[in-house]
Every structure is written in structure tokens, then in C-alpha cells.
């Protein structure tokens, strides 16, 4: 599978790299960004969640024994764009500049970058489970890492994303659709107070359904039914949030009692440097005591000059995390997966 990033920064000169087979665009960049001020807010679920799901096509990934996760088929989302409500226009600025990211005005969150399922492979190898805990999922897009946290008992689970456009338009849709299929499995235990001759009718309309998809081979995505979700209990135990890390921490600072985070996901983050400095403030002020930061990256993002490495340094110099590495790819593109949590006594 091949990756190509594309990213919008004034002021940089280009060349042309190759890693592992894929074109990476590299830039070398003469002047600092400037941190994006986007105000936070919090963003409510519709009264009516079921008019998101209208005709929804969705894919599904399933890792190890993991609960399948759902969300918007990327391929259909770009092609609908048009039709969806865009206040930001990070639809039209994307699709013009022919962009995955366009600093400060759009923060790449329509796409679900690899280092996710990264992250979700390693949740799963190492047994981790979320009973009882608090979670945010910062950077969230398609929101994969919160929802997984979500179907798999956490008492609370909050979505972050720098745009309002991604948390309407694919988080929320997403979660309501994972709360859907979690409504499904449970419905599975009330078709026997149907007959038993009805029940046969439709599986043989699901198996005909199937065999005719297996046969065209081309048929397209499944479309996901939406039914009344606006009670479900999933979904009251989520809030959703948009803005920029400074005020989004701002606005959670206030809420009563101020929430401090069991774990902390956040993936392909750390790609600008200027954004190190409220990354980490937000993850000092809302982490718990004892929590855990779990963070998916690269090593290098070529375009925007944040990676890693430049990362660590930064929290070394802080002194307030220790970064211990879970897991490394070190061929080709490199990938990581680490933790932080707060120093200790013995650590300094």
C-alpha cells in the first residue's frame, strides 16, 4: 500500500524524494508557521441523528478480535463533498489546492492516515481495555481510536479536531454508526420472538444479496440503515469538540468538574513544529495523574518538517513526560508508536 502526502505551506522550496517505492514531496521551509488560532466549541449531536446516515456508504476494518469499526467510505465522502454542509469550505480549499492538509485552514482530519491502524494493531496485541476509564481522542478525524474505546466500555470519550467540517460531517457520523451496528448485534437476541419461517426468508434474501455481489464483483459499498439513535447510551457518553489545542483546552478548563483523561490518543500530530508548544501544554493540563499519552507517528513529515524526533527533544527539554517507545517500523517510511506519561521521582 502506498502513501503520498500532500501539504500546503507558503514560503518553502520543493524536491523530490523517494522512500520505499512511494514519492514523497519534500519541502524545505525558509519561515516558522505561525500557530492557527481557531476558537473551540463544542459541537452537540442532532436531535435527529438518523438524517446523517442517509444512503451512508461505509467500510469496515477488523483487527484481531476487536469489535468491527465503521466509518464513511473516503472514496464516496470526497465525491459527495459538494452536496455536504461546509461553513469552513475546506471541501472546495482542499479539492482547488489538490492538498491533504492546508495549515491552518484545514488540518488533514478528513483521512484516516496509517499510523492509526498502526496504533490499533498495538492496542489489540497488547490486550489493552478501556472499562471504567476516561479517553480522549485528540486530532481525532474519522475518530477510529475514541470508538474503539468506546465499544469497548469506557465510561467517557471526548473527540477533538481542529475542524468543525470533520467533527459534523465524519466523527459524529461515524460514532453513530458504530452505535448503530452495536444496536444490531444486540437486536440479534430478539429475532426469535419472530417465526421462524420469517426469519428464514430473510436470510435467504441476505445470502442472495451477497452471491450477487460476489458475482458482479464490482458492486459498491454497503449502505448503512440508520434506525432511532438519539438516546443510545454510546452516544451519551461522548462529547465532541473543534478548535485549535489552545482553546479547545481553554473551554474544557472550564467545564465542572474539569475532566483529566485516563488515555490520551493522538495520531499524525506532531507533523508542525509550531504546534508542539500547546500540544503539550494540553496534555499536561488534562492528563490524569496516572494516564497514559498514546501517540502513532512518523519519524520525518516531509512538507512540514515535524516528525519524531524533534518531538522528543522538545518534551526532553520540557521535563515533565518520559517517551518510551512500544513499537518501531524502521524500513522504509518510519513509523512508532510510543507512550507518555507524567515523570516520576525516580525518573529525575
Known sequence: MSFCFNFDIAAQTTKQDRVDGNTLQKTEDNTKPAEPVKEAKEHLPP?????L?????????????????HFLN????????????????????????????????????????????????????????????????LGCGAGLLGILALKRGATQVHFQDYNSTVIEQLTV????????????IDSEDNRKGRSKKKIQEEDVCE??????MEVEGSGPPPKKRAIDLSQ?????????????????????????????????????TIYNTAYYPALHETLCKLLAPNGLVYLATKSHYFGVG????????????????????LWDK????????VVLRFKTTKDT
Not at 174 to 184: F, S, Y
Not at 207 to 212: G, I, L, R, S, T
Not at 306 to 325: M, N, P, R, Y
Open 173 to 184: 457520523p461515524n460514532v453513530i454508526l458504530n452505535c448503530q451496528d452495536d444496536d444490531e
Open 53 to 69: 446516515l442517509t444512503d451512508a456508504v461505509f467500510e469496515t476494518v477488523t483487527i484481531g478480535t476487536f469489535p468491527p469499526l
Open 207 to 212: 445470502k442472495k444479496v451477497k452471491e450477487n
Open 306 to 325: 515535524g516528525g519524531l524526533h524533534l518531538f522528543e527533544t522538545f518534551v526532553e527539554q520540557k521535563g515533565t513526560f518520559s517517551v518510551d517507545h
Open 232 to 268: 443510545h447510551p454510546l452516544l451519551a457518553k461522548c462529547h465532541f469538540f473543534s478548535g485549535d489545542w489552545r482553546t479547545f483546552l481553554a473551554l474544557v478548563l472550564k467545564r465542572d468538574p474539569t475532566p483529566k483523561y485516563d488515555i490520551i490518543f493522538t495520531s499524525e
Open 330 to 337: 524502521e524500513e522504509g517510511l518510519q513509523r512508532h508508536v
Open 47 to 51: 436531535s435527529d441523528p438518523q438524517f
Open 74 to 137: 473516503e472514496t464516496v465522502f470526497e465525491k459527495t463533498a459538494s452536496e455536504r454542509e461546509d461553513r469552513e469550505k475546506i471541501f472546495s480549499h482542499t479539492a482547488e489546492q489538490r492538498s491533504d492538509l492546508i495549515s491552518g485552514v484545514y488540518e488533514g482530519g478528513l483521512k484516516v492516515w496509517e499510523c492509526t491502524y498502526d496504533l490499533l494493531e498495538l492496542i489489540e496485541k497488547n490486550g489493552e481495555t478501556f472499562g471504567g476509564k476516561t479517553v480522549l481522542d
